[in-house]
């Protein structure tokens, strides 16, 4: 990890979180975010009866190869427990986001949102956004729209998997 900062304080559970830059060059965090995502993608791939996403194909050599950075949100003992990831193509002003996944046993509290808020205010506070889920991903789908993207369309990548594209714009 590289530096953090605090996120807000989850009362249910009384865990502080603290969102930082991930390296996935260090082995031990490259393969806890390779864990996460698969459990991560794994609920996926049951809520839109598709198993062939290829993040769950994907070795942890793989994961570590893709021109990302990655923002983690970790317990106050270190352990990451979600994480985003995403690119800034040169010269296109659009933020790609690639990956947002929370450990399941994590879910429900709040921190996709907050790493999300972390990302668009702080590290990236301007310039369209781009991100994409499975469309039948309701849970997904709704979370996006609640955070103010807009729809743009659904693409067919490979047969039997339909993916929603999102947009916002901003500032």
């Known amino acids: 990890m590289l530096s953090s900062e605090p996120l807000e304080r989850d009362e249910r559970d009384r865990h502080a ?17 390779h864990r996460i995502g698969r459990r991560a993608y794994a609920v996926e791939a049951d809520l839109i009866g598709f198993d062939g996403i290829p993040a769950l194909r994907e070795s942890v050599e793989e ?4 021109p990302l950075r990655w923002l983690g949100a970790l317990t106050n003992d270190g352990r990451i427990v979600a994480f985003v990831a995403w690119q800034l193509p040169a010269g296109e002003g659009v933020l790609e986001i690639d990956r947002v996944c929370v450990d399941p046993a994590w879910f429900r509290r709040g921190l996709a949102s907050r790493l999300l808020a972390h990302l668009l205010t702080d590290l990236v506070p301007s310039g369209r956004v781009l991100v994409s889920t499975g469309a039948d991903n309701l849970p997904a789908v709704a979370f996006y729209e609640r955070l103010g993207f807009s729809r743009s369309g659904t693409i067919e990548p490979a047969p ?9 714009i901003r500032d």
Do not use: N
């Not at 994961?63 to 893709?66: E, G, K, N, R, Y």
């Open 160 to 168: 039997g998997l339909r993916v929603a594209q999102f947009l916002l």
């Open 17 to 33: 979180f603290m969102a930082g830059e991930l390296d996935l060059t260090e082995e031990a965090t490259a393969a806890a975010v």
């Open 63 to 66: 994961m570590q190869a893709q």
